[in-house]
């Protein structure tokens, strides 16, 4: 065949089928054309090689991808050593001790036994590494020029029956120490010191305020005593005198922030007494709250304050240093006369808030946070409610002109408890003659409740600490 092939249309077919059998014999251009006019499409040579057809409706091949390269695993370091406490001791206190006429007369009419005052709570002054206390009086048995209507004088057994209670150390540092004149103040020093009971607040100038360094299960404790001001003049040292001067220690705001300052520097932890405020009023001023935050920040981890015979907020102040102070602004009176004409139910509450104290309770502990990290620092801080017991009102002195009231500090807690238990011995109707005992019992239990309520209102609920009945020994004391 030679020249140009023409194909007219429809004629392709059998066209192409001559030329592919010429193409057997025919060189390699006329196989390509062959194929081409047959609809056939040779591979290239670099094209991949065609897969067989898919049957109708199956699914796509899926190749499977390639995973990525992952790092090496890296186990955890092991965990630090927890943190450790190497050392703890706690810390109770307690308001102001008033020896009012009625008072000693109470222990007077129990044998001199001053002790039956605090019996009800004795172990859990107890129960502390050290009880604190804000002894408002001198003792002053020689000296003395006599006591009177807001001028107190107290007996050695007084101090004495403190100490088997559990106090280890007072504050002398209060308005009254000079009550029986300078030499009433240097008799009191003197007769601490020989009833073996430390005291802060009081010592040779310039350090009368303290501190009053104390060991307590490996902690060492420094205690410092303030007062605003006192009632009496003596805290001036005569011109001619043998030895130091001794001085009881008033409140100069700078000199105390020295001081904790100081005694800082010299222990694991600071606890400063310090007497101020108005009588009688629910809050601090500006002034107090200002000076308590300045005394924590250069160092106190406690401050307890007292005088104002009523109850104050317990503050949880964290310092600058990030670790948290306790300031007790007032802790009312622990023992007194004060307000015993207060009739529950009748007599406005107000009334009754001398008469009720708390006993704070604030645990310290040294921890060890690793890497020669340690630290001095509250571990707890709680209280239990009290309430001083006085029947001044029940007494019928026409009648029994001899009878002496009968006063006594009790934990609100217990007794709650036990009048309940008392009154949950009534039968059931009760009989017409044992009604009088028992409506005296659900007023004094209301009267419990609505103490103890108040005093949770002003120093938190969430720091109230509920404590178990007294052991037997002491059960039996209270009574």
């Not at 007077?108 to 107890?126: S, T």
């Not at 503050?315 to 007790?328: F, H, M, N, Q, S």
């Not at 107000?350 to 690793?370: F, W």
């Amino acid at each position: 065949m030679h020249g140009r092939i023409f194909t007219p249309k429809g004629q392709n077919r059998r066209y192409s089928a001559t030329l592919c059998r010429a193409a057997r014999r025919a060189p390699a251009v006329w196989l390509a054309l062959c194929l081409s006019l047959a609809g056939v499409v040779p591979a290239r040579a670099d094209s991949p090689q065609a897969s067989p057809a898919e049957p109708t409706g199956a699914a796509p091949r899926v190749e499977p991808a390639a995973l990525p390269a992952l790092p090496p695993v890296r186990p955890l370091p092991p965990a630090a050593p927890g943190v450790r406490t190497t050392a703890e001791a706690t810390i109770g206190a307690v308001g102001d001790v008033l020896m009012h006429a009625a008072v000693k007369e109470t222990a007077a009419a129990h044998g001199g036994d001053y002790g039956f005052l605090w019996a009800p709570v004795a172990d859990l002054l107890r129960s502390n590494d050290l009880t604190f206390a804000n002894l408002e009086t001198p003792v002053a048995p020689r000296t003395g020029t006599g006591a009177r209507s807001f001028v107190f004088n107290a007996p050695p057994a007084a101090v004495r029956a403190l100490g088997a209670a559990g106090v280890k150390l007072v504050s002398v540092a209060n308005n009254h120490i000079f009550d029986q004149g300078r030499d009433g103040f240097l008799e009191t020093v003197a007769e601490l010191d020989r009833l073996g009971m430390p005291f802060v607040g009081a010592g040779p100038a310039p350090h009368e305020a303290g501190p009053r360094l104390v060991e307590l299960n490996g902690l060492r404790v420094a205690f410092l005593g303030f007062a605003q001001f006192f009632n009496q003049s003596g805290n001036d040292c005569p011109a001619r005198r043998e030895g130091p001067c001794v001085k009881a220690s008033l409140l100069d705001p700078e000199r105390a922030v020295a001081a904790v300052r100081e005694a800082a520097a010299r222990s694991d932890a600071v606890v400063v007494s310090i007497h101020w405020g108005v009588e009688y009023t629910g809050q601090p001023r500006e002034a107090e709250v200002a000076l308590a935050h300045r005394l924590a920040d250069a160092g106190a981890l406690v401050v307890l304050g007292h005088h104002p015979h009523v109850l104050q907020p317990l503050e949880l102040y964290r310092r600058e240093d990030g670790r948290v102070a306790a300031i007790a602004y007032s802790l009312g009176n622990f023992v007194s006369n004060q307000s015993r004409n207060f009739v529950p139910g009748v007599t406005p509450d107000a009334v009754a808030a001398p008469r009720e104290g708390a006993l704070l309770r604030v645990r310290l502990a040294r921890r060890d946070y690793g890497r020669g990290v340690e630290l001095v620092e509250l571990a707890g801080v709680d209280y239990v409610p009290l309430w001083t017991e006085n029947d001044t009102v029940e007494l019928d002195r026409k009648r029994h002109p001899e009878a002496r009231p009968t006063i006594r500090v009790v934990a609100l807690d217990r007794a709650l408890a036990e009048v309940r238990a008392e009154l949950a011995r009534f039968p059931e109707p009760l009989p017409a003659p044992e009604r009088p005992a028992w409506v005296k019992l659900r007023r004094r239990e209301a009267a419990y409740a609505a103490r103890r309520a108040e005093i949770l209102a002003t120093l938190g609920e969430e720091l109230a600490r509920e404590v178990a009945p007294p052991p037997p020994e002491s059960a039996a004391a209270t009574r």
